[in-house]
């Protein structure tokens, strides 16, 4: 059973507009979430992360926002730039040594 | 800095065939973990260790065994590859559990 779900497969965005990436969860013991960005070809990296005490992080462009009452967490990307092209996978672990991830979203900007 | 090298980056494998998958890192992390994707499913965690010695079972761990001799490598050994195994197999580690992995170029297994 998936407990961390991104429903949107693919998005695409004009350059210079916000692109907003959804994922939620069904675990309430979810305490720190992440955000990885893959390439083809590559591992992913990490790009962002937040944990259950706050609901908002920012680092320059990007920005994750947390609803823990609706198992929701979203990031922004602000301006939106033709290499931010990639796959997102957002991320979730507990009190176990575990993370789980979503299916992804294949996020284009378009130039 | 290499960060997380793994090796082989692909490989071709007959049904019942067994392979090692080597994963090193240079980083001194004490957390280590193997993962695979497959397409629709995201990354699924096969494996981990959360130290030299150590190995524990993830979520999808049948068909698998790992070893972590040393600190900084984690192998992951396949006895008898079924096609069901057919994947992309991505290593990573960090230094405690809640902190972001750092994740190898994936090694892509093919079973025929």
């Known amino acids: 059973d998936q407990q961390v779900k991104q429903n949107s497969p693919s998005l695409s965005v004009q350059e210079g507009r916000i692109s907003i990436l959804n994922c939620d969860y069904t675990?309430?013991?979810?305490?720190?979430f992440l955000w990885y960005k893959k390439y083809p070809a590559e591992g992913p990296t990490f790009l962002i992360s937040i944990s259950s005490i706050k609901d908002k992080n920012e680092d320059g462009r990007f920005t994750v926002f947390l609803n823990k009452s609706a198992k929701h967490l979203s990031l922004h990307i602000v301006p939106s730039q033709p290499g931010d092209s990639a796959v997102y996978f957002c991320a979730a672990s507990g009190t176990r040594n575990q993370f789980y991830f979503g299916t992804g979203t294949s996020l284009t900007v378009i130039p | 800095n290499a960060g997380v090298t793994q090796t082989p980056k692909f490989r071709v494998l007959k049904t019942g065939q067994s392979m090692t998958l080597l994963c090193a890192q240079d980083m001194n992390h004490e957390y280590m973990y193997w993962y695979r994707q497959d397409p629709g499913m995201g990354l699924r965690l096969i494996h981990y260790s959360v130290g030299e010695g150590t190995t524990a079972k993830g979520e999808v761990p049948d068909g698998y065994n790992v070893s972590r001799l040393k600190k900084q490598n984690f192998l992951l050994g396949l006895e008898s590859a079924a096609p069901s195994q057919t994947s992309v197999y991505f290593c990573?580690?960090?230094?405690?559990?809640?902190?972001?992995?750092?994740f190898g170029d994936g090694t892509r297994l093919s079973i025929l």
């Open positions: 675990n309430s013991m979810f305490d720190y």
């Open positions: 990573a580690s960090s230094y405690v559990h809640n902190q972001p992995q750092h």
